[in-house]
T-cell receptor
Framework: DQQVKQNSPSLSVQEGRISILNCDYT??????FLWYKKYPAEGPTFLIS?????DKNEDGRFTVFLNKSAKHLSLHIVPSQPGDSAVYFC????????????FGTGTRLKVLA | EAEVAQSPRYKITEKSQAVAFWCDPI?????LYWYRQILGQGPELLVQ????????DSQLPKDRFSAERLKGVDSTLKIQPAELGDSAMYLC???????????FGPGTRLLVL
C-alpha cells in the first residue's frame, strides 16, 4: 500500500512557464513534508519543506502548497529553467520521536528551452 | 558547504560476494540514515542511527545486511552475500538531531552480476 503517490511519472514544460508537480498521501498522521530534486547518478537535493500547520511555503522560485483536507501537496516552480530538469520526489513523515519519511516514486520534469 | 560523503560511488560485484559501503555524515549530525533506491522508485529506509545506536532497522534484511556506526560518526553498510535483487542505489543521509530535514550523499550504485 503506497502511502505517498506521485501519479505523474513525467512532465514537460516550456522554459519560463510554471511547473506544477503533485503529490498525494493517504496517512492523515503525516505532519511534515519535503521535496527533493534528483539528477542522474547523484543523491537527492533538498528543495523545500512544509509543516502541516501551514498551507504554503515559499523559497525563491519554489512554492509548496498543502491541502490537508484533500491530502494533497504540490510544488510550483516559477519560472521554470532548463536546469530544473530532474526527478522530483515528495516525502512525508509522521513525527513519532523521530522523522521517518515515506517517499513517492518521483516525477521526471523536463524543461524545454 | 558541508556535504554527506559516500564511497565508493560505483560497485560491481558477483552474486554471493560481500560488499561494503561507507558514509560520513555532515559534521555534527547525530542522526544517520541508509536508504535503498531501486530504479523507478523512491528511496526506502533501511536503517536509522541516532549517534551509535540503531533507532529503526525494521526494513533491513538482517539475514544478509548489516550496518554499524561504532563511534557515532561514520557508518558502514554491508551486504553478505549479495544477490541479483540487491542491485540499486544505496543512499546515506544525515540530519541534525531530530530536525526535519535530511541531507543526502551522492549514493553508491551497486550492480550485482
Amino acid at each position: 500500500d503506497q502511502q505517498v503517490k506521485q501519479n505523474s511519472p513525467s512532465l514537460s514544460v516550456q522554459e519560463g512557464r510554471i511547473s506544477i508537480l503533485n503529490c498525494d498521501y493517504t496517512n492523515s498522521m503525516f505532519d511534515y513534508f519535503l521535496w527533493y530534486k534528483k539528477y542522474p547518478a547523484e543523491g537527492p537535493t533538498f528543495l523545500i519543506s512544509i509543516s502541516s500547520i501551514k498551507d504554503k511555503n515559499e523559497d525563491g522560485r519554489f512554492t509548496v502548497f498543502l491541502n490537508k483536507s484533500a491530502k494533497h501537496l504540490s510544488l510550483h516552480i516559477v519560472p521554470s529553467q532548463p536546469g530544473d530538469s530532474a526527478v522530483y520526489f515528495c516525502a512525508a513523515s509522521a513525527f513519532a520521536g523521530t522523522y521517518k519519511y515515506i517517499f513517492g516514486t518521483g516525477t521526471r520534469l523536463k524543461v524545454l528551452a | 558547504e558541508a556535504e554527506v560523503a559516500q564511497s565508493p560511488r560505483y560497485k560491481i560485484t558477483e552474486k554471493s560476494q560481500a560488499v561494503a559501503f561507507w558514509c560520513d555524515p555532515i559534521s555534527g549530525h547525530a542522526t544517520l540514515y541508509w536508504y535503498r533506491q531501486i530504479l523507478g522508485q523512491g528511496p526506502e529506509l533501511l536503517v536509522q542511527f541516532q549517534d551509535e545506536s540503531v533507532v529503526d532497522d525494521s526494513q533491513l534484511p538482517k539475514d544478509r545486511f548489516s550496518a554499524e556506526r561504532l563511534k557515532g560518526v561514520d557508518s558502514t553498510l554491508k551486504i553478505q552475500p549479495a544477490e541479483l535483487g540487491d542491485s540499486a542505489m544505496y543512499l546515506c543521509a544525515s540530519s541534525f538531531g531530530n530536525q526535519e530535514t535530511q541531507y543526502f550523499g551522492p549514493g553508491t550504485r551497486l550492480l550485482v552480476l
